[in-house]
C-alpha cells in the first residue's frame, strides 16, 4: 500500500499565487487532516475532515481552504500565498478517531 | 487548553549512552492519548507509541521504554544505548478530540544527535 501520498514535494511560490497541494489515501480512512510544521513550534492543525463532504477549522486556517468530495482525497489550497505560509505541510489520516495518524512525506513550500 | 512542553529543544550525546526525552502535558480531559512520533532527517514522520491515559503501564520495544506517570503529567522516553540511526527530531503529542475528530497537540520538539 502507498500509504498517505502528498504533491508536489517542493514548490516555490510567489505572493499573491495560488496552488493546490495533493493528499490521496488508500487505506479507507474516514480521518484526515493537515498540519503545518514551523520551526521551533511542532506541528500545527490547519483543516481536518470526519468524512466525505465534511470538513472544519483547526488552529491555524486562515489562507487556507481544503474540500473532501472522496474519502481517498483531501486536498489544501492556498488562496493568496503569503511569506508567512512558508512552511512544511504534512497530510495525515487515521482510522479512528483515537489511532495514531499516519503522515506523508510532506510539501516544503516556499512563497518568495 | 491542551499544551504539550518538550523542554529539551537538542539532546546530544555518545554514541551506547542511555538518553532520556522529556514531554509534560497539560489537559483537563480525564480521557486522553500520547504519542511519540520520530522523524529522522530525511523528514518523514515515523509513529512510536500511543498511550491511553487509563493505561499506566511503562511501555518497553526493544531500545526504546516509555514512562507514563499522570500525577507529574508526564510521558517520558528513554533509548537505551543509543545509536547514529536514533538521530532525530522527537515529538510528543496529546489528542484532543473535538467534534468527533482528533485533534494532535504537538510539543515544539526535541532534536537528538547520536555522535559516534
Keep these: ?112 | 487548553a491542551q499544551k504539550v512542553t518538550q523542554a529539551q529543544t537538542e539532546i546530544s550525546v555518545v554514541e551506547k549512552e542511555d538518553v532520556t526525552l522529556d514531554c509534560v502535558y497539560e489537559t483537563r480531559d480525564t480521557t486522553y492519548y500520547l504519542f511519540w512520533y520520530k522523524q529522522p532527517p530525511s523528514g518523514e514522520l515515523v509513529f512510536l507509541i500511543r498511550r491511553n491515559s487509563f493505561d499506566e503501564q511503562n511501555e518497553i520495544s526493544g531500545r526504546y521504554s516509555w514512562n507514563f506517570q499522570k500525577s507529574t503529567s508526564s510521558f517520558n522516553f528513554t533509548i537505551t544505548a543509543s545509536q547514529v540511526v536514533d538521530s532525530a527530531v522527537y515529538f510528543c503529542a496529546l489528542s484532543d478530540l473535538i467534534q468527533g475528530a482528533q485533534k494532535l497537540v504537538f510539543g515544539q520538539g526535541t532534536r537528538l544527535t547520536i555522535n559516534p
Design chain 1, 1 to 112: 500500500n502507498a500509504g498517505v501520498t502528498q504533491t508536489p514535494k517542493f514548490q516555490v511560490l510567489k505572493t499573491g499565487q495560488s496552488m493546490t497541494l495533493q493528499c490521496a489515501q488508500d487505506m479507507n480512512h474516514e480521518y484526515m487532516s493537515w498540519y503545518r510544521q514551523d520551526p521551533g513550534m511542532g506541528l500545527r492543525l490547519i483543516h481536518y475532515s470526519v468524512g466525505a463532504g465534511i470538513t472544519d477549522q483547526g488552529e491555524v486556517p486562515n489562507g487556507y481552504n481544503v474540500s473532501r468530495s472522496t474519502t481517498e482525497d483531501f486536498p489544501l489550497r492556498l488562496l493568496s500565498a503569503a511569506p508567512s505560509q512558508t512552511s512544511v505541510y504534512f497530510c495525515a489520516s487515521s482510522y479512528s478517531i483515537t489511532g495514531e495518524l499516519f503522515f506523508g512525506e510532506g510539501s516544503r513550500l516556499t512563497v518568495l
